[in-house]
Nanobody
């Protein structure tokens, strides 16, 4: 499966962005999808994940209550709605896919998108 992440940009603190992860190549509905981020000089960090059906989600404590992950099976797309953005959210955001169940470990994911840059100014 090929993944294309988009929706990043520059936003002021307190603002919102919606990231999209569009899939092609295989039936996306059998894959769990995770969002990860990587700031300069830091390790890749788990942000949120959703299982294949969309009924189960998981969030990092740092984004809980501010970010929402969802999926649209018809559009073959997973979204990450990011509200109340903080400068600490600045990073390249990646989406990744694996079979069925969600995980918060990057090494569990088989397919990765190219990343989209989110910059939050103070």
């Amino acid at each position: 499966v090929q993944l294309q992440a988009s929706g990043g940009g520059l936003v002021q603190a307190g603002g919102s962005l919606r990231l999209s992860c569009a899939a092609s190549g295989r039936t996306f509905s059998s894959y769990a999808v995770g969002w990860f981020r990587q700031a300069p000089g830091k390790e890749r960090q788990f942000v949120a994940a959703i299982n294949y059906s969309g009924r189960s989600t998981y969030y990092a404590d740092s984004v809980k209550g501010r970010f929402t992950i969802s999926r649209n099976s018809v559009e073959n797309t997973v979204y990450l709605q990011m509200n109340s953005l903080e400068p600490e959210d600045t990073a390249v955001y990646y989406c990744a896919a694996r079979g069925y169940s969600l995980s918060y470990y990057p090494y569990d994911y088989n397919y990765w998108g190219q990343g989209t840059l989110v910059t939050v100014s103070s």
